[in-house]
């Protein structure tokens, strides 16, 4: 179970916060590998001014296949793994202190107002406030992701703006161009966004553990981590459909004054912050365009929570077995030398 549950030995695994954070990280260093393709075409479509039809002529994506091709063809493999280092960094940073803070979270509520742990209400608080400490720690390298994702082919000079050539070129870049808030460009609605996002993700997921322990008896066999995996994606999907709009909105701010890296992919629209991008995303491209790009985010969020609490899970349990292996051989140790030799 992810978080704090009394009902197990010592209220759960035993883990140190150093191995839950080791278990986070690698939770998000595997994830990320993954996903990174469909983050890419996710935000292309967040991007586009336009409808993403094939009624839409001055469109340039049209649909999740279509968009594939294209990025393939005009940019190569590995165009699906731009800015993989900064989202990389991002996910390993954001894995192991969203987990470490979730599990402190129910811990201290439980002790300090004797809450049901396992009650969804207390992993939606829990999980909305881990999320946020994470996501104000981990802004600047989702900036950074998102402006890689959304600068074309060739990295040269072009429309007289210089394309980013790497990780530090880009930090030294936007530090001089635009300054050190630029890195925190978003974080309005990132901030809105993830916490009942990352709260739904804790709650459906502790609500679908309760129904998959109802459902499969004991006498039928678990499916274990592949639980916890199926688990993850359904509260993945329903999280990502509820809060989509807000991350629409973000990547549209994260890029503003970037525009120029993303011109040959369409129209570039300005905006003055928060409410102004709400207001111009409804009045020019209605109800459907907060949604641009929810297939291939469903996709992700799918495949992204549900290989997210897998892994956890399975080096929490790894990390566990090894410690409880490592006591037991230390306690075998200890018989033996206060053994007599008459014994």
């Known amino acids: 179970m992810v978080g704090y549950d009394p009902g197990t030995q010592e209220g759960g695994r035993g883990l140190s916060s150093s191995e839950v954070a080791a278990a986070g990280s690698m939770s998000g260093l595997l994830t990320r590998v993954l996903i990174n393709p469909l983050d ?148 309005t609605p990132t901030v809105l966004a993830v916490f009942p996002y990352a709260g739904f993700q804790f709650a459906f997921y502790n609500i679908f553990q309760s129904i998959s322990k109802w459902a499969v008896t004991p006498r039928q066999t678990r499916m274990g981590n592949i639980e916890n995996l199926l688990c993850g994606s359904c509260a993945g999907v329903i999280s990502k459909t509820l809060t989509y709009p807000f991350d629409l909105l973000k990547k549209r701010l994260q890029v503003e004054g970037f525009g120029q890296a993303r011109a040959a992919f369409g129209p570039v629209q300005s905006y003055s912050g928060f409410l102004d991008c709400a207001c111009q995303v409804a009045q020019r491209e209605g109800l459907k365009g907060f949604f641009k790009g929810l297939s291939p985010s469903m996709l992700k969020a799918a495949i992204s929570t549900g290989f997210s609490f897998f892994w956890y899970e399975l080096f929490c349990d790894i990390l566990d077995n090894r410690k409880e292996s490592t006591g037991y051989q230390q306690h075998l140790n200890t018989d033996v030398r206060h053994k007599t030799p008459s014994q």
Request: aromatic fraction near 14%.
């Open 40 to 187: 890419v075409i996710k935000i292309r479509f967040q991007l586009q001014i336009e409808r993403l039809s094939l009624f839409e002529p001055a469109a340039k994506y049209h649909g999740v296949l279509q968009a594939t091709n294209t990025i393939f063809q005009e940019e190569g493999l590995q165009a699906f793994w731009k800015g993989h280092i900064p989202a990389q960094l991002l996910s390993i940073s954001y894995g192991a202190v969203q987990f470490v803070s979730f599990e402190f979270l129910t811990k201290f509520v439980h002790n300090t107002v004797r809450y049901d742990s396992r009650n969804p209400t207390m992993h939606f608080v829990c999980g909305g406030l881990a999320a946020c400490s994470a996501t104000v720690t981990v802004q600047p390298l989702d900036t950074l992701r998102t402006r890689f994702v959304a600068q074309g082919e060739p990295k040269v000079r072009k429309w007289g703006f210089a394309f980013y050539k790497s990780l530090w070129h880009a930090v030294v870049t936007m530090y001089r161009k635009e300054g050190p808030l630029s890195f925190y460009r978003g974080l």
